[in-house]
């Protein structure tokens, strides 16, 4: 008896290791840091990215104070979606986990008179200083840096 359960101790260790490292929770309100970002962006020091995950969907909010400047949604199951299509150009994102950092593709398809083309742009979302730091590294090499806004309590005493 004591010998079966310990086989089953162990098979359920090695299923938890296979499924690998839990995924970084990015939920939170994010303050943009322009002294610590290189890439040259259309964010303000007073702006700040709001975060909510849950399973495979991550929504994104850009706010400013109170007014939300643009809003969108990642499917983090490594599936391509269509993300646009116009007369001449049609667009694919594909979002995954690799490791613990948060891997976007975009793949953009052009027709052209003469030729075809296409071109993918790769984004990296990375948290780092123990969960502190939300890092967004672009397809060109450029940082985009936020720092973690600590969660206020109102008068029922519940953090928002």
Same mark, same amino acid.
């Given at each position: 008896?004591? @010998?079966? $359960?310990?086989?089953?101790?162990? =098979? ?22 322009? %002294? +610590?970002? %290189? ?11 709001? &975060? ?9 909010? @850009? $706010? ?10 990642? &499917? ?19 979002? @995954?986990?690799?490791?613990? *950092? ?11 008179? &003469?030729?075809?083309?296409? $071109? +993918? *742009?790769?984004? @990296?979302?990375?948290? &780092?200083?123990?969960?502190?730091? =939300?890092?967004?590294?672009?397809? *060109?090499g450029k940082k985009v840096t936020f720092h973690k806004v600590p969660a206020t309590k109102n008068d029922s005493g519940a953090a928002h």
């Amino acid at each position: 008896m004591l @010998r079966n $359960m310990l086989v089953v101790v162990v =098979l359920a260790a090695v299923a938890v290791a296979a499924v690998g490292p839990e995924r970084p929770d990015f939920t939170g309100t994010w303050q943009f840091d322009p %002294s +610590k970002s %290189s890439a040259k962006t259309d964010w303000f020091p007073e702006q700040t990215l709001v &975060i909510r995950q849950f399973g495979n969907r991550m929504e994104m909010d @850009r $706010m400013a104070g109170e007014a939300q400047l643009s809003t969108g949604a990642y &499917i983090t199951d490594g599936k391509s979606r269509p993300l646009y299509k116009t007369a001449n150009e049609e667009a694919v994102i594909t979002a @995954r986990w690799q490791k613990k *950092d948060l891997v976007v593709t975009v793949e953009h398809m052009t027709r052209g008179e &003469i030729a075809d083309s296409s $071109m +993918k *742009d790769v984004d @990296r979302w990375s948290l &780092i200083d123990n969960g502190q730091t =939300l890092v967004h590294m672009t397809s *060109d090499g450029k940082k985009v840096t936020f720092h973690k806004v600590p969660a206020t309590k109102n008068d029922s005493g519940a953090a928002h």
